[in-house]
Nanobody, 129 residues
């Protein structure tokens, strides 16, 4: 099993920054097979949407168009921690943010929740205008 624990959420004014962290733990066997990791967000009444993703093996990244140029996903393998640096935040970025990991080889593109089989509990981000 893989456990994911997010932190770093909070309240910030528009234009501000936050850095989310997601600590990855579990058996060596389980974490070895993680082939993709991502950040998702879900606002009240809306579907969960992919924000950013990263391939642990090579570091290639993917971003939703709405956050390109503002958010940066990164992975520190030594600390077993996934990060999401969020700059120039907007009120529409307000949501619960989730860390996700996948050991699957199916489920669709990186931004589809079905791609992932492990999820954190979420951390709230609120951006005021």
């Amino acid at each position: 099993q893989v456990q994911l624990v997010e932190s770093g959420g909070g309240s910030v004014q528009a234009g501000g920054s936050l850095r989310l962290s997601c600590v990855v733990s579990g058996s060596t066997y389980s974490t070895y097979y993680i082939n993709y990791m991502g950040w998702f967000r879900q606002a009240p009444g809306k579907e969960r949407e992919g924000v950013a993703g990263i391939y642990p093996g090579g570091g290639s990244t993917d971003y939703a168009d709405s956050v390109k140029g503002r958010f940066t996903i990164s992975l520190d393998n030594d600390k077993n921690t996934l990060y999401l640096q969020m700059n120039s935040l907007k009120p529409e970025d307000s949501a619960m943010y989730y860390c996700a990991a996948s050991t699957r080889n199916y489920g669709g593109a990186w931004f589809r929740p079905s791609r992932y089989n492990y999820w954190g509990q979420g951390t709230q981000v609120t951006v005021s205008s």
